[in-house]
């Protein structure tokens, strides 16, 4: 049914066709409306459709007229003195709403009229929240990531949170079009290689307690970290004159695509440029010499860090005071050491056994006689950049090995 209304072509009212409500929430249906020229003196009521009756839910004049079910639950909101915006708290029900306006123009009940109706439909699902994120974060790059809801209920929007503290926080509210508002949250997140692979999540908490969530899995892009050198078939104990594949691993997005090996002499450090591969093959001696890698992407290089490697005899496979250093930043990688007092005690042997000396050195397929000067070696290591732990993870897909 409907009910007398009075439009002239001096009255204009404006409001959308149809608006959506969660139930247990309000909804605030906007609305504006322009007089006929000189009248001042009108009031305003809405109206719900119902079969043969319709039911007054707001009365500006009398409001004891309204339906006992609506009293206490609706009002006017807007400051505009042409507004006949509603609000109706815990919406419940669907239903076809209407402004109507009394004032100097009524009209008969056989008068030709339209009535400009709304349709308001009330749902039990929440919108979920939307994430806008770049494609590809870069650490230590401050980057806004933008968190934001759709609703109809401007005097109560939805609380926005996002599983992740310690960041600056922009909150906003935009009406868009026909009564729907956005709720927007931006965070100023500053990414870290840590935080590559996680689930960044943003929650939407409703004035009726209803919650949804959306999820995005971070791609962050990092220089190579935990560069380290591995023997590549894991075993921990090699045999003098063994031949040795050591690996330049490391944990990078994108994944490391250049590397460079260093053998480093007392003389000097030598960069072996026929070494560029990831991996290379040493052979385990008595020479004393240092191996290092460094590990290279499009966002910088990072180098290797300590791990030990023990050296058995080759003719009793008793384990030798000889070992290989697999590592360093700024220091050693592979370092093989050999007390001075041996060096000394296995010379006297062979020069009494005719009066040969020398041995077979380690390095990348390079033979080495000079002996060890001293029987220890000091290691040094680059100090690594602290970074702030949002959420630890391992990250064993993009790791070089």
């Not at 009756?53 to 400051?79: A, C, H, M």
């Not at 600056?168 to 990414?191: C, F, H, I, N």
């Not at 490697?309 to 697999?326: D, R």
Request: proline content about 6%; aromatic content about 8%; hydrophobic content about 30%.
């Amino acid at each position: 049914g409907g009910f007398p209304g009075s439009y002239s072509q001096d009255w204009a009212i404006t409001l959308p066709k149809s608006i959506r409500a969660l139930r247990g929430s309000c909804v605030v249906i906007p609305c504006t409306f322009t007089l006929p020229r000189g009248n001042k003196d009108f009031s305003l009521d809405w109206y719900k459709e119902k079969f043969l009756f319709d039911k007054i839910i707001f009365s500006q004049w009398d409001p004891s007229d309204v339906s006992e079910g609506y009293r206490g639950r609706t009002s006017l909101v807007g400051n505009e003195p042409n507004s006949c915006s509603l609000r109706i708290n815990d919406v419940q029900e669907n239903g076809t709403y209407y402004p109507y306006i009394h004032g100097n123009c009524d009209v008969s009940l056989t008068a030709n009229y339209q009535c400009h109706k709304v349709q308001v439909t009330v749902s039990d699902v929440p919108n979920e929240p939307a994430i806008q994120i770049p494609t590809d974060l870069t650490e230590g790059e401050r980057t806004p990531i933008s968190c934001s809801v759709e609703h109809t209920c401007p005097p109560s929007p939805p609380t926005l949170q996002w599983n992740r503290a310690g960041y600056k926080l922009t909150d906003r509210q935009q009406s868009l079009k026909d009564g729907v508002w956005k709720a927007e949250t931006v965070m100023e997140y500053l990414p870290s290689y840590r935080d590559h692979g996680a689930e960044l999540e943003c929650e939407a908490t409703y004035p009726n307690g209803l919650r949804s969530q959306r999820r995005v899995t971070l791609n962050i892009t990092y220089s190579p970290k935990n560069v380290s050198v591995v023997i590549s078939d894991g075993k921990k104990e090699r045999k003098e004159g063994d031949a040795v594949s050591l690996t330049c691993a490391s944990d990078a997005n994108p994944a490391a695509n250049a590397f460079t090996w260093y053998n480093n002499k007392r003389d000097g450090t030598v960069e072996l440029r026929e070494e560029q591969g990831r991996s290379i093959t040493v052979t385990v001696g008595r020479g004393r010499e240092t191996f290092s890698c460094t590990a290279r992407n499009p966002l910088g290089t990072g180098n290797s860090t300590l791990s030990e490697l023990q050296v058995l005899s080759a003719q009793t496979g008793e384990e030798l005071p000889t070992s290989i250093i697999l590592g360093g930043g700024a220091g050693p990688v592979l370092v093989i050491l050999l007390p001075l007092g041996l060096c000394l005690c296995l010379r006297n042997r062979k020069s009494q056994k005719g009066g040969e000396s020398g041995g077979r050195g380690a390095g990348a397929n390079v033979q080495n006689s000079q002996p060890t000067e001293s029987p220890y070696t000091a290691l040094q290591t680059r100090d690594t950049a602290v970074y702030y732990i949002i959420k630890p993870q391992i990250h064993q897909q993009n790791r070089s090995k």
